[in-house]
Each structure stands twice: as structure tokens, then as C-alpha cells.
């Protein structure tokens, strides 16, 4: 797979060629391959009517492989979630990961239920969205999918604390941010009503010259490196800090 280094970002964002980059770098793309698809992160499943069969399967095995974790942070979501190595990074709280590669809000939406852990969580981080935009949905059909996922969380945990992640800029995607940044607009504006934190995590990955920052990101332009996930990481722990310190001073 064709290194995507910044030189591609600014070519991105200048020429306007972002198509012929995805056809140059994925191909899996161009045709329909979403973020973490087909070709890097899973094979093919047999029935295209249920197509995140092994992942679905493999949540149920790991609920029925060990105790049910109480008091746990639940991180729901798409590959960014996925390959975000929730457990190392947060070493002092018990999390459940329940993200799944080229997953979509609908497709959370769909397999909710299945995607639980069985007891409640304390808290809950989310990062949905950026997929359903790659494969054409409007900006406002995306950010409605986005809050009724926040709304129906709240209304199941009505106590648990919950954050949205942004959705992030990427080199590869570069030409969808302003779509993205209509979408975090709209979801961060019904914060207060639905009651969920708004964390944005996006600008967290830009240069200087406002650029996607690519020494941040894998070599397929997407997905984020380790340092990446180190700044999404202090970002969702000092919330988590201010969420514990919250719930102290309730108690006292």
C-alpha cells in the first residue's frame, strides 16, 4: 500500500485530486471500502446481509469468556475505536472496546443490543460517523444518525456519563473536512440537551499550517499511529479525571 505523507494532505487540499488518491493508495475504496475495511482488518464475511457476523460473534465470546467487568468505561464505535489499545492506555480503569472496522452509525445503530457489555457502564466514549460521510451520506443525515446513537445511550444509561469524540481530519480524507466540521458543529450543538460532553479530538491532529498532521497517521493516510492515539489519549483522561472528581464531590 502507497505511503500517504503530508506532501499528499497539501496536494489534497490544493489540486482538489483526492479521488485519484484513493484510487492510487486504496483501492479497496473505490469501491465502497469504508474505514477500516475489507482488506486490512477483516475478510469477507459469506452473508453480505449480516456483514459484521465475526465481529458481532467475537463481542458475545469475549462477555462469555470472563466475569462481566462492573464500573467499566465502554468505548463504542468504528476502527478508530478498534485499534485504539484501550486497555494500555488507560491502565488505572476496567474499559470494554466495542469498536468494529467500517462500521457505520446505522451499523451501530443496528447491532446496539449485541454490542453492550452485560453490566452497566460508568462511563461511555463514542466515535461513529466518519465512515457514514465516506460513503456519501449527507452531513445532516449523518449528524441526526449521531445523536439519536447519544440519545438512546442516555436514555439506557441515564447516569453514566458520556463523550463524543469529533470526528477527525486525515490526510486521505482531507477534502471531507468541511462536511466534518458541519457535522461536530451540529452534534456539539445538542450537547447540553442531550447530555453528553462534546471532546474534540481533531484539532488535536492538525500542523501548524493547519494541515492534517501526517507524521500522526499509518501509511494509509486514515488510521492514526501510536502518537496519534497518545493525544486522544490525555485528552479522554483528563475528561475522565474531571468526570471521577465530579462524582467525589456528589458523594461527599
Given at each position: 500500500?502507497?505511503?500517504?505523507?503530508?506532501?499528499?494532505?497539501?496536494?489534497?487540499?490544493?489540486?482538489?485530486?483526492?479521488?485519484?488518491?484513493?484510487?492510487?493508495?486504496?483501492?479497496?475504496?473505490?469501491?465502497?471500502?469504508?474505514?477500516?475495511?475489507?482488506?486490512?482488518?477483516?475478510?469477507?464475511?459469506?452473508?453480505?446481509?449480516?456483514?459484521?457476523?465475526?465481529?458481532?460473534?467475537?463481542?458475545?465470546?469475549?462477555?462469555?469468556?470472563?466475569?462481566?467487568?462492573?464500573?467499566?468505561?465502554?468505548?463504542?464505535?468504528?476502527?478508530?475505536?478498534?485499534?485504539?489499545?484501550?486497555?494500555?492506555?488507560?491502565?488505572?480503569?476496567?474499559?470494554?472496546?466495542?469498536?468494529?472496522?467500517?462500521?457505520?452509525?446505522?451499523?451501530?445503530?443496528?447491532?446496539?443490543?449485541?454490542?453492550?457489555?452485560?453490566?452497566?457502564?460508568?462511563?461511555?466514549?463514542?466515535?461513529?460517523?466518519?465512515?457514514?460521510?465516506?460513503?456519501?451520506?449527507?452531513?445532516?443525515?449523518?449528524?441526526?444518525?449521531?445523536?439519536?446513537?447519544?440519545k438512546r445511550l442516555r436514555n439506557d444509561y441515564p447516569r453514566a456519563p458520556?463523550?463524543?469524540?469529533?470526528?477527525?481530519?486525515?490526510?486521505?480524507?482531507?477534502?471531507?473536512?468541511?462536511?466534518?466540521?458541519?457535522?461536530?458543529?451540529?452534534?456539539?450543538?445538542?450537547?447540553?440537551?442531550?447530555?453528553?460532553?462534546?471532546?474534540?479530538?481533531?484539532?488535536?491532529?492538525?500542523?501548524?499550517?493547519?494541515?492534517?498532521?501526517?507524521?500522526?497517521?499509518?501509511?494509509?493516510?486514515?488510521?492514526?499511529?501510536?502518537?496519534?492515539?497518545?493525544?486522544?489519549?490525555?485528552?479522554?483522561?483528563?475528561?475522565?479525571?474531571?468526570?471521577?472528581?465530579?462524582?467525589?464531590?456528589?458523594?461527599?
Open positions: 500500500m502507497r505511503t500517504v505523507n503530508i506532501a499528499c494532505a497539501r496536494s489534497i487540499a490544493i489540486k482538489g485530486v483526492a479521488a485519484l488518491l484513493l484510487a492510487l493508495a486504496l483501492p479497496g475504496i473505490a469501491h465502497g471500502q469504508a474505514e477500516g475495511g475489507q482488506a486490512e482488518d477483516r475478510p469477507p464475511n459469506a452473508d453480505p446481509s449480516f456483514p459484521f457476523a465475526r465481529e458481532i460473534e467475537a463481542f458475545a465470546k469475549a462477555n462469555a469468556a470472563s466475569p462481566p467487568v462492573e464500573g467499566a468505561t465502554l468505548f463504542l464505535g468504528s476502527s478508530s475505536i478498534r485499534l485504539w489499545d484501550i486497555a494500555g492506555s488507560f491502565t488505572d480503569i476496567p474499559t470494554v472496546n466495542r469498536g468494529f472496522g467500517g462500521a457505520s452509525t446505522p451499523d451501530v445503530l443496528r447491532y446496539y443490543r449485541r454490542l453492550l457489555p452485560p453490566t452497566k457502564p460508568s462511563t461511555i466514549i463514542v466515535y461513529v460517523g466518519e465512515n457514514d460521510l465516506a460513503a456519501g451520506a449527507s452531513p445532516d443525515k449523518v449528524a441526526a444518525d449521531i445523536l439519536t446513537l447519544l458520556i463523550a463524543f469524540l469529533s470526528l477527525k481530519p486525515s490526510p486521505i480524507r482531507w477534502t471531507l473536512w468541511p462536511k466534518m466540521a458541519a457535522i461536530n458543529q451540529a452534534v456539539a450543538a445538542r450537547a447540553t440537551s442531550v447530555r453528553f460532553t462534546y471532546l474534540d479530538v481533531g484539532r488535536l491532529l492538525l500542523a501548524r499550517d493547519g494541515l492534517p498532521d501526517a507524521s500522526l497517521f499509518r501509511a494509509d493516510g486514515l488510521h492514526m499511529k501510536p502518537e496519534g492515539y497518545q493525544r486522544w489519549t490525555r485528552l479522554v483522561d483528563n475528561w475522565l479525571d474531571r468526570v471521577a472528581l465530579t462524582a467525589a464531590e456528589k458523594a461527599s
